[in-house]
């Protein structure tokens, strides 16, 4: 009777089912410690991968700045191809998370499954129209004289959609059960490869700026490969697959799309704030300027790499909690990981701030680059004035789509970056007369706004739900 006890204590008003794993166990465990737990072995991937996207663009400097704007005007179409596989990703984790927390393991391993098959079915749809379309997407963005570069390098990416489809997808997937650690071990690997490849394939092969797109699709499949080897081959994962008699279940289906397609969409809104961006600074500057701004940018991703992480772990942290509906774990969770990401961004600020031209430095080494550095300076001065911000707006987004209400974070995200941040932009710059750095200010204050609205809605979100639970009513 002890044990019975103790073990209801332990896990909630769900008794445990089924084969259980380390990571699963601490996500039914104190939320603090999850958070910490969880999050540190994405942030160390995080951490790496930006460090491969900051040797990926001095690589590619060396090719000179028109390689840099060509790689700027292609960033926007990776990043939505990005967004789809992380969407469904996130959809199918997050669906995965709250089952775990319900105790539902025949769930958990019907979502995996439908996840994988869907992932398929997208692949071979997004391949063929951005094939298609590549040179069109290239002629209509602005491009201009480095259209050729550009479409060199996002073909070769897009020819490789499935390798993104499924890493990033069984990526999600081990985050969702807990397993941080091996999800960082694959994420790493890929990312030092990434790094050996670059200069192999750019320069040895004399490959070019589309050496790079290689060089990211070869590092890719060796980690796509790992994870598969763990899922069907050592069969150790929390999640098992059968794909034996598989049918179509519409409920997982939408369960998958609630926080999958709204996902999507929300880091399509970001790619499409990159194009609109891109045209504001060519209507203001020039190509340069979209040079500065994608390699400032990718500079920037190091900066919140913890908070990638801390956001990460929070879908499956707070998934886990609502699927015991258990609201104020999700409201200590969040407030916590909100605190954590908020003191490390403003130290990452800080040293971003001070080393600015330094950094600058070493991705404009080469003559044809070296006319960007002052600018690249001053934006990465000026970004470092929203880091702090940006940890309210992520990780409560996060929350959002743990939850299940991926359409909640998309209002939010679409708010932020595809309304304020392009019109203060265009405030900046046109209305105050600031130029270039109006646009780069413009995106701070942006960012701030945003993020600060979408922190306070999720609070009220989770006082509401708490409230609705104690008083046995509805939200």
Request: proline residues 3%; contains cysteine.
């Amino acid at each position: 009777m002890v044990n019975g006890e103790a073990e209801s204590k332990k896990f909630g008003a769900h008794p445990p089912t089924g084969k259980t794993t380390v990571g699963v166990d601490i996500l039914l465990g104190d939320p603090k410690k999850a958070v910490i737990k969880l999050s540190i072995p994405i942030i160390v991937a995080m951490s790496v991968q930006t460090i491969y996207s900051l040797t990926d663009t001095f690589w590619v400097a060396g090719l000179g700045a028109d390689a840099l704007a060509a790689v700027g005007f292609a960033f926007p179409f990776f990043f939505i191809q990005m967004a789809l596989t992380n969407g469904l990703g996130i959809g199918g984790g997050a669906a995965i998370s709250r089952r775990i927390g319900a105790r539902d393991k025949a769930g958990v391993d019907n979502v995996a499954v439908h996840t994988f098959v869907m992932m398929a079915i997208l692949t071979v749809f997004f391949t063929a129209l951005a094939l298609y379309l590549v040179e069109d997407l290239f002629m209509y963005s602005g491009a201009g004289d480095v259209t050729g570069l550009g479409v060199a390098y996002a073909r070769v990416l897009f020819m490789g959609s499935f390798v993104f489809f499924f890493s990033n997808s069984a990526n999600s997937i081990l985050r969702s059960e807990g397993d941080s650690k091996r999800s960082m071990q694959a994420l790493v690997i890929g990312s030092v490869l990434n790094i050996i490849f670059d200069p192999i394939f750019i320069y040895t092969f004399d490959l070019g700026v589309a050496g790079a797109a290689w060089a990211t699709i070869a590092s890719y499949a060796i980690s796509g490969v790992l994870m598969f080897y763990w899922f069907f081959v050592k069969k150790d994962t929390y999640v098992s697959f059968s794909f034996r008699g598989f049918k179509f279940d519409r409920e997982i289906i939408m369960d998958i799309f609630r926080v999958g397609i709204p996902s999507s969409v929300q880091q399509v809104a970001l790619a499409m704030t990159a194009l609109l961006m891109n045209l504001i600074i060519v209507a203001v500057s020039s190509t340069d300027g979209v040079a500065v701004y994608s390699t400032g940018w990718r500079v920037a991703t190091i900066a919140i790499a913890p908070l990638v992480g801390i956001a990460s772990a929070m879908v499956a942290i707070g998934g886990a909690a609502i699927g015991e509906n258990d609201y104020k774990k999700a409201k200590e969770a969040h407030i916590y990981a909100t605190e954590i990401g908020v003191l490390v961004e403003a130290a990452m600020g800080i040293v971003i701030f001070f080393f600015a031209a330094d950094i600058a430095a070493v991705f404009t080494q080469a003559e044809t680059a070296a006319r960007i550095a002052p600018e690249l300076t001053r934006l990465l001065k000026i970004m470092t004035f929203f880091y702090p911000s940006v940890a309210f707006g992520m990780i409560s987004a996060s929350l959002f789509q743990g939850a299940g209400k991926g359409t909640s974070a998309l209002i939010a995200t679409l708010l932020r970056s595809l309304v304020m941040t392009p019109l203060f932009a265009v405030i900046f710059a046109y209305g105050f007369e600031w130029g270039l750095p109006g646009v780069w200010w413009g995106l701070v204050a942006g960012t701030v706004i945003g993020s600060v609205i979408t922190f306070v809605w999720a609070q009220v979100y989770l006082r509401c739900m708490i409230k609705a639970g104690e008083a046995g009513g509805k939200c």
